[in-house]
């Protein structure tokens, strides 16, 4: 049985009306294959986002490295409050003193040595609440829609705010996504040789793609070239991969996961007066644009049976 | 038989070598079919280029429809020079007149308006010298290295200087290759909404990725993430995509066709002597380099039993 870790209810029967409507070849809506691409958010929308972004925290982590390489940071903000581990005031930073974390430890080496270092990260590094690994932290229910959707010819893609090549290390052991089927935020990156000629690329601090709100559907224009037929978001970030997704002729899904489970996960919103936060922002008025133009909001305490695979 | 417009030698036997060594499990190069990445340029590596890029036909036979919804550009150059037909003249402007053309002819219009209007060209417009579609031009012992490939599980993408957006209107059809495997130059496009509030993107006169040069093996990074198994190009616009394949590790096949064959085709270098070129020009010291490093030269004279599939 698909979706089995879904509540029957109108979220499974929407992902199930869906699939049949553009799969059965005498459907009138039928889609042919090579047109089933499906679209998802990562953060919040196929694993945990709260308390803070995992690749926040893989930056966060490279903080002693990247000070190691350049001891001119240890004396300098935000270094010195990293190095600290002064967590109260690291929550407390400002959207340039991350950009200066993330120059600091997202660029100037090769693209190979990165990958190699994220690789490592995420097999050991640990969640705080759970103490998993971060790839643990994926929603069961969402793995069974990429599955369930890829089963039926669709292509399964991550269109996510989070670095593309820092997610394209891990996605396709976690999601069966591979990484031509990553979009993310993307620096550019500088192509040269090295000392024996052999050609590189260098992870640069330029921002190329910042794939959040309407640089979704634009990075899904540049990088896939066709308006998906599916999409899964859970903030205001994915308002408009959902709205340029559904409003595409015949069948169309948009969905939105609700983190309403302050028990088994997380509940945050504003929507639906679910406390505010500061990462992940589902607003009032984004709950009222499902319900209009009919999207589906998943309510994870509701629809979902199981949220993360360990429970 | 695989790779019959192909006359043995040299050439056909390094593609057969490199699919068996690749594709064989009990090779010791043996590579994972998700790793099988194959890149293609396409002007003068998948048709003809000569004498001039058939992007650059398109935009000046879009001028007159240009100038019709801006009629303050008949008097301004170098629209006014399009407008009067003057080859001779047109063939001298400077890359500053070809730019104006191009964003008169390739911005300020959706998404969608843009491929219906490439679509409706490339299905009537035909070249001077054969007097056929340009889709007819396309190299058959090319098409059967596509085809070839992807029968042995390798995934084949255009890398291409040309716009990716054009591109991708024709590439299906005429190449078995989908939109989201076209990489090309690329203008940036921005997400909007029509008076009815549908979403919409518009092509930006802001050129986000130019595929030439060290520019396609960043755009490989950032559009597929992996380094090509196997690469194909034809002049020193393809350098860099070709130092980067064959550096990896592992069998790896880089190829140059060289334009050598005035009669079925163009002649053009200066490589060994051929005619200077400013449409693909292929140096003597591109020759050199490939001979140094292992990659193929493709005579098209000598390896290529037919060049076009309706000669």
Redesign the interface.
Known sequence: MPLASWNNGPAKQAILDFVHATTDPSSKEFVPP?ERIATFDQDGTLWVEQPIYTQVVYCLDRVPAAVKAKPELAGVEPFKTVLSGDFEKIAKFSLADFEAIAVATLTGMS?EDFEADVKAWIASAKDHRWERPYTELTYQPMQEVLSFLRANGY?TYIVTGGG??FV?VYA?GLYGV???Q?VGS?L????GYDKDG??F?TKEPKL?LNDNN?GK??SI??????RPRAAFGNSTGDR?ML??TK?GDGARLAMLVLHDDSKREYAYGPAQGLPESKVGTFTQDLYDEAKKDGWTVISMKDDWKRILAFE
Chains 1, 2 share one sequence.
């Open positions: 090579e693209t292509k593309q090549d394209r396709d591979p990484p031509e990553v993307a550019g990156v500088t192509f052999r050609p690329l190329l309407a559907p634009e224009h540049l990088m896939i070239g066709r408009q709205e340029y409003s």
